[in-house]
């Protein structure tokens, strides 16, 4: 399955895609002309990043995906396109579906697969993450190997957990307060909208409806049952 999601200019920000790929197992995307292999992380190479907070993804690169690619971004099940508003999405990216435990070996246990379900596209080349966005590495893994990372700037969370528990009691807002995933969970909706139907969907971002997908509105917000509605 292949969504392409078309966001117009933000202020500050220029027109973005993002293409969504999911696939059964292995890798979704990979960048042209380069093999699952090429792309893994080289053992005990390059920056040693850990996860903050605990695990709260899918395992290391590495770990997961049978072989093989998903198809380009021609062909798309569905689209959906977005203006003013959107989610500030930093550049195109190709996401796979996550590794699945216990696949991606093959015989004498070697990986089939770049260890990645997230590749970044750059006009200077492709980063990649794992699970929920540990794992982060720069492809092919020869380029990670020989990278120095910057210095941090930007304030670590505690954990997901205590991350919510501060901002409750007063603290820094959580990492992904409403005002981030409120707008983040609403374009996942229109892909997820946008497989039921044929073609590129239009999306009113102010009405919060298809301008051209009536039929598909049924998919963007739940049915509730008489007596349990919610009224905003």
């Known amino acids: 399955m292949?969504?392409?999601?078309?966001?117009?200019?933000?202020?500050?920000?220029?027109?973005?895609t993002?293409?969504?790929?999911?696939?059964?197992?292995?890798?979704?995307?990979?960048p042209p002309g380069m093999t699952a292999?090429?792309?893994?992380?080289?053992?005990?190479?390059?920056?040693?990043?850990?996860?903050?907070?605990?695990?709260?993804?899918?395992g290391p690169p590495g770990a997961g995906g049978g072989a093989g690619r998903g198809a380009g971004a021609a062909g798309a099940v569905g689209a959906a396109g977005r203006g003013a508003g959107a989610a500030g999405v930093a550049g195109a990216a190709g996401l796979g579906a996550p590794a699945e435990a216990g696949r991606g070996a093959g015989r004498?246990?070697?990986?089939?697969?770049?260890?990645?379900?997230?590749?970044?596209?750059?006009?200077?080349?492709?980063?990649?993450?794992?699970?929920?966005?540990?794992?982060?590495?720069?492809?092919?893994?020869?380029?990670?190997?020989?990278?120095?990372?910057?210095?941090?700037?930007?304030?670590?969370?505690?954990?997901?957990?205590?991350?919510?528990?501060?901002?409750?009691?007063?603290?820094?807002?959580?990492?992904?307060?409403?005002?981030?995933?409120?707008?983040?969970?609403?374009?996942l909706i229109l892909g997820s909208a946008a497989v039921h139907t044929e073609g590129k969907l239009m999306w009113d971002n102010v009405k919060g409806e298809f301008t051209n997908g009536k039929q598909v509105m049924q998919w963007v917000r739940p049915t509730f049952r008489k007596g349990w509605e919610i009224r905003l």
């Not at 292949?2 to 973005?16: A, D, K, L, S």
């Not at 993002?18 to 990979?30: E, H, N, P, S």
């Not at 997230?118 to 590495?137: A, N, W």
């Open 37 to 58: 292999e090429q792309a893994r992380q080289i053992p005990g190479t390059g920056p040693q990043l850990a996860a903050s907070g605990g695990r709260g993804g899918f």
């Open 108 to 187: 004498g246990g070697q990986q089939q697969s770049s260890g990645y379900n997230c590749i970044f596209v750059g006009s200077k080349g492709y980063m990649g993450t794992s699970g929920r966005g540990e794992g982060v590495g720069l492809l092919p893994g020869s380029r990670w190997a020989e990278y120095k990372l910057p210095n941090a700037y930007l304030s670590r969370s505690p954990g997901h957990q205590r991350d919510w528990v501060r901002a409750c009691k007063g603290g820094a807002p959580a990492c992904s307060n409403f005002t981030i995933a409120g707008p983040y969970t609403e374009w």
């Open 2 to 16: 292949t969504i392409r999601y078309e966001f117009g200019p933000r202020p500050g920000m220029p027109p973005v």
């Open 18 to 30: 993002v293409y969504w790929y999911q696939k059964a197992g292995g890798d979704a995307y990979l």
